[in-house]
């Protein structure tokens, strides 16, 4: 093998250990725990070596994030698939996406926060972020009435999911009537609008800002 291909394959492998101890830590007990110093203390690695690949805390919940919104991407990817017509998508899209919200707590956490400045619904967010959008864009085009712009429409979904994600999370809103919340939500967009139309109902011109397309 040679030296420069194992080399890269070993700065790959300590990025990895490095992003699952942050996640891991984050996971256990919060953000806040995830110092360089003490993930340096849980790989046994110098700080220096970390910062030789992350300039930081922030960066390395950005890292994870953007690893973590791969594994967003496909959840709602197969709910879609499995979905029974374009009116049932939404549903269960959404109840994929706040499923994962609550199972993977510590990485939505640093999705949501200041703590990861990346840019989300934008042609600028790194790919994986943009496919995870892309689910949503997916599952809510095909019921949007005409005239709806189907960016905002997804963007007012996503605000939708994203609204009672972190409160409930904290308890400011209670558990309890998660399900009604939820379909409370979907019915309000699978229950109405009209089909789209045959070019997708997008203003001509215009690239859709979370997928790029």
């Known amino acids: 093998m040679p030296i420069q ?3 890269e394959r070993e700065r790959a492998e300590r990025e990895r250990l490095i992003m699952t101890a942050a996640r891991e830590l984050a996971e256990a007990e919060g953000w806040d725990a995830v110092t360089t110093r003490r993930l340096a203390a849980e790989i046994e690695y110098s700080q220096p070596v970390l910062y030789s690949h992350f300039k930081g805390k922030s960066a390395i919940a950005a890292a994870v994030v953007v690893q973590g919104c791969a594994d967003l991407a496909a959840e709602p990817a197969s709910a879609r698939a499995e979905a029974r017509g374009v009116r049932e998508s939404p549903a269960a899209v959404a ?13 939505y956490a640093a999705m949501c926060t200041p703590l990861v400045n990346l840019p989300f619904a934008t042609e600028e967010a790194p790919e994986p972020v943009r ?3 892309g689910e949503l864009f997916a599952a809510v ?5 005409e005239g709806d712009d189907p960016d905002l429409l997804t963007e007012t979904f996503w605000t939708g ?14 558990e309890h009537a998660h399900e009604r919340r939820l379909a409370l939500l979907i019915g309000r967009f699978a229950g109405g609008g009209a089909p789209a139309a045959a070019d997708g109902g997008r203003p001509h011109g215009r690239r859709h800002r979370a997928t790029g397309l």
């Open 95 to 107: 109840e994929t996406y706040m499923s994962f919200a609550r199972r993977r707590s510590a990485l």
């Open 141 to 145: 085009q095909p019921i949007a009435a």
């Open 5 to 7: 291909t194992r080399r």
């Open 161 to 174: 999911l994203h609204g009672p994600a972190t409160p409930m999370r904290s308890g400011r809103l209670p």
């Open 131 to 133: 496919a995870a959008f």
